[in-house]
Nanobody, 121 residues
């Protein structure tokens, strides 16, 4: 079994915060870069953030820069996406994906099933 499982999604009011988790089962995340992606209804999937295997490099999309932060805890085999000052346009299914190159290269090798984030009053 090789899988990624996202958790932490839910319903939040505009201006609120959520922290998403991406946990690996069946393999160790130490050698993988992890990216977060999202897909809103009727829209194409877009990249949100990525963190290198070492954690030394992070990348955040312009649309969420200053509001979202990506981090990792290899001891817990988990990568996080902290989302602050959420807006209705952030509503989407959020996915994490693992890249064996370790440096946020495409294509990604493994994908999770996604977790729903809904920002609404």
């Amino acid at each position: 079994q090789v899988q990624l499982v996202e958790s932490g999604g839910g319903l939040v009011q505009p201006g609120g915060s959520l922290r998403l988790s991406c946990t690996a089962s069946g393999f160790n995340l130490d050698n993988y870069a992890i990216g977060w992606f999202r897909q809103a209804p009727g829209k194409e999937r877009e990249g949100v953030a990525c963190i290198s295997s070492s954690g030394d490099s992070t990348y955040v999309a312009d649309s969420v820069n200053g509001r979202f932060t990506i981090s990792r805890d290899n001891a817990q085999n988990t990568v996080y996406l902290q989302m602050n000052r959420l807006k209705p346009k952030d509503t989407a299914v959020y996915y994490c994906a693992a890249d064996v190159s370790g440096i946020c290269n495409i294509p990604y090798d493994y994908w999770g099933q996604g977790t729903q984030v809904t920002v609404s009053s």
